[in-house]
C-alpha cells in the first residue's frame, strides 16, 4: 500500500502494516482504513511512537452509508503538536453487532465525542467508561444521524417530568 | 491515561457532612451559556460536576444533509452568534478543498480581514460577559460597545450585523463597499481605545485579579489529553495555533504574534485575549493595506461548477439562463470525496469535516466545535475549588450554546 509520502503513514504501514486494509490521500489528507478488533493498538501505537507522536485526538465522528458493507464508519481525526501532521484513520462497523472498542482511555478527549457517536448513530463503545446520551435525552428513540431516521420525525418530550 | 474524578490530594472534607447537589442552569443569569450542571457540594466546595449539555441541539449535521451545498452555509452562521465569519469561513474552505478550487487574492484578503473581525467580536463578548458576571457592569458596556462598532462594520460589508453568510462557496458575497477602508480604520481606531479603558479598569482590578488568579488552573499535559485549543491551551503556555500551524488564507503573509500564558488560570486566559484583540486589529490594518495595495479585482473563483453567470446574460441569453436555474436550485456537484479542514476560531480549533458522494446534496457534514470539546474538562478546573470560581472560568472557557451542542 502506498504511503503518499506522508510520515505518520508509512510508520503505519512499516510497523503495523498488517492491520491496514487500504489508504488514500485525497485532497492531501492521509488516511488509513484499519482493522476495527485492532484499533486500539493502532491507536496506542500512533500515539506513542516517536516518529508519529500524536498527542491530540482532535475529532472522533461516524458515517452511515446504509449500501456499503459494513455500514458505518467511525472516522479518527488525529494531530501531533510535536511533528505538527495529522492522520486521519478509519473503521468500518457492522450494522449487527454495532459496536467498536473505546479508546477513551488513550485521550480523555475521546469520551464525550464517543458519548455523541452513540447518541447519533447508535454505535457501542465497548470499554467505555460512561456511555450516555449527550446531546439528546435519555427517553429518545432511534439515533438521528442515521440515514434511515426520517428528518420529519418528531418526538418531543412534553411536560414536567416529576 | 484519562484521569479519574476524584478530589485532589490534600483535599479534607469536613466531617459529619453530607454532600449537596446544586442543580445550576440550563438557564441561569450568570452563565452565558445554555447549559445545565449538576454540582456535588461539600458546603462552598466543588467536589464534582456532571455537565449535560444538548439544550440547543438542532441537528445542524441532519438538516446540512438534506440541503444543497449552498444551503448549509446559513446554519454554519447559527454556531457561533459572536463570530459567524469564522464558521462560514471554514465550511467553505473544507467544501473548496474538495472541489479542489483556489480563490482570488482579493477574496482572500477579505476573508482574512472578515475573520479577524469576527475574532474580535468574539474575544471583546467573553472578556465582558465575564465582567458582568462578576457584577461588573461599565468594562462589559464597554465591551460592547466595541462589539457594537463591530457588527456596524459586519453590516457595512454584508448587510447582517449577526447572522451574515458572507463567505461563498469559492468566493464572498459580493466586493467591500467604497468607503469602507476608511470607516474600518475609524472603527479600529476606536475599539483600541475602548480597550485601553477596559484595560485601566479591570487588568490591575483588585477584585477582578483576586478572582481569576489561580482559579480554573490546569495543567497543559492534561488540556492537550482533552484536546483542548485556542485561548485556553495558549494561556498555559503551548503556542499551538491553526494560523501559524498550517496557514490558510493569507496568514503567512501577514505579521502578528501568538501571546501565550504560563500558569494556566483564568487570569492569564484573559491577557491572552486581551492581547490576541489587539493582534486581531493589527492583522485588520495590514490587510486593509493589502487590499489598497492589489486594487479591485474579483473576489469570486471563475469556474462554472460554483459560479453564477452576470445577469446582463441571464436575462439575454438562454445557455445562462439554464446555467442559473441550476445553480440555484442544484449548486455545485462537489467531486466525490472526504475533506478536513481546520481554521483557528475565536474558541479554539474549528474543523469542517466532509463527505461527498459526487451529488449536489453533502453526504456528511461534521463540525468538529471547540465549545464543546473544551467544556470537556471544566470539572478537573474546578475540583476542590469554591462555587463561585465556577462563574470567572466558564466565561473564559466560553462555551457558546449554538455550537457546542450544534
Keep these: ?162 | 491515561m484519562a484521569q479519574e474524578l476524584l478530589p485532589p490530594e490534600g483535599f479534607e472534607r469536613d466531617l459529619h457532612a453530607e454532600h449537596q447537589v446544586l442543580n445550576m442552569g440550563p438557564s441561569h443569569p450568570a452563565t452565558h451559556g445554555t447549559v445545565k450542571f449538576l454540582i456535588e457540594l461539600d458546603g462552598e466546595n466543588i467536589i464534582d460536576i456532571d455537565i449535560q449539555v444538548g439544550y440547543l441541539h438542532r441537528g445542524f449535521e441532519k438538516e446540512c444533509e438534506s440541503g444543497t451545498w449552498y444551503q448549509a452555509i446559513p446554519y454554519t452562521d447559527r454556531l457561533n452568534y459572536n463570530s459567524a465569519i469564522l464558521a462560514n469561513t471554514g465550511y467553505c474552505l473544507a467544501v473548496e478543498k474538495l472541489l479542489g478550487l483556489e480563490t482570488p487574492e482579493r477574496c482572500q484578503w477579505i476573508r482574512t480581514m472578515a475573520c479577524e473581525i469576527s475574532r474580535l467580536s468574539d474575544h471583546l463578548t467573553r472578556c465582558g460577559a465575564a465582567c458582568l458576571e462578576m457584577q461588573a457592569m461599565t468594562p462589559f458596556l464597554y465591551g460592547i460597545e466595541a462589539r457594537e462598532m463591530i457588527w456596524d462594520l459586519q453590516e457595512m460589508m454584508c448587510g447582517a450585523r449577526v447572522t451574515t453568510n458572507f463567505v461563498r462557496i469559492g468566493g464572498v458575497k459580493h466586493d467591500l463597499p467604497a468607503d469602507f477602508g476608511a470607516r474600518c480604520r475609524d472603527t479600529v481606531a476606536k475599539v483600541r481605545g475602548l480597550l485601553k479603558d477596559f484595560d485601566d479598569i479591570v487588568t490591575q482590578n483588585r477584585i477582578f485579579v483576586d478572582r481569576l488568579r489561580g482559579t480554573g488552573a490546569i495543567p497543559k499535559e492534561l488540556l492537550i489529553q482533552y484536546a483542548v485549543t485556542g485561548p485556553l491551551l495558549r494561556a498555559a503556555g503551548v503556542p499551538l495555533d491553526v494560523r501559524k500551524d498550517e496557514p490558510y488564507l493569507k496568514y503567512a503573509e501577514v505579521d502578528f504574534d501568538v501571546p501565550i500564558g504560563e500558569d494556566g488560570d483564568n487570569y492569564d486566559r484573559y491577557l491572552v485575549c486581551v492581547e490576541e484583540m489587539h493582534q486581531s486589529l493589527r492583522i485588520v490594518e495590514q490587510c486593509l493595506e493589502k487590499l489598497e495595495a492589489i486594487g479591485p479585482g474579483p473576489v469570486n473563483v471563475d469556474d462554472p461548477r460554483v459560479r453564477w453567470p452576470a445577469k446582463g446574460r441571464v436575462f439575454n441569453k438562454m445557455e445562462e439562463l439554464i446555467q442559473q436555474f441550476k445553480a440555484v436550485t442544484e449548486g455545485p456537484m462537489v467531486p466525490a470525496g472526504e475533506a478536513y479542514q481546520a481554521i483557528e476560531s475565536a474558541n479554539g480549533e474549528l474543523g469542517f469535516y466532509v463527505v461527498s458522494d459526487g451529488g449536489a446534496v453533502p453526504c456528511k457534514v461534521r463540525c468538529r466545535p471547540p465549545s464543546f470539546i473544551n467544556l470537556q474538562p471544566m470539572p478537573h478546573m474546578l475540583r476542590g475549588a469554591l462555587l463561585a470560581d465556577l462563574i470567572p472560568t466558564f466565561d473564559f472557557i466560553n462555551m457558546i450554546g449554538g455550537e457546542c451542542d450544534r
Design chain 1, 1 to 162: 500500500m502506498d504511503d503518499f509520502g506522508s510520515t505518520p503513514l508509512r510508520a503505519l504501514l512499516g510497523r503495523m502494516g498488517d492491520a491496514v486494509r487500504e489508504t488514500h490521500a485525497h485532497r492531501g489528507d492521509a488516511t488509513a482504513t484499519v482493522d476495527p478488533h485492532r484499533i486500539v493498538d493502532v491507536m496506542r501505537f500512533l500515539r506513542d511512537d516517536d516518529t508519529t507522536r500524536f498527542e491530540m485526538l482532535t475529532d472522533l465522528t461516524a458515517a452511515d452509508y446504509p449500501t456499503r458493507d459494513p455500514r458505518f464508519e467511525v472516522i479518527y481525526h488525529l494531530y501531533s503538536i510535536h511533528h505538527n501532521h495529522r492522520l486521519r484513520i478509519k473503521a468500518g462497523v457492522p450494522e449487527m453487532p454495532c459496536q467498536i472498542e473505546s479508546i477513551a482511555e488513550l485521550w480523555a478527549s475521546a469520551n464525550w465525542m464517543e458519548r455523541e457517536v452513540w447518541d447519533l448513530y447508535g454505535i457501542r463503545f465497548r470499554n467505555h467508561p460512561d456511555l450516555r446520551r449527550i446531546l439528546l435525552y435519555e427517553e429518545f428513540e432511534g439515533h438521528p444521524l442515521r440515514k434511515d431516521y426520517a428528518k420529519e420525525h418528531r418526538q418531543p418530550l412534553l411536560g414536567p417530568r416529576n
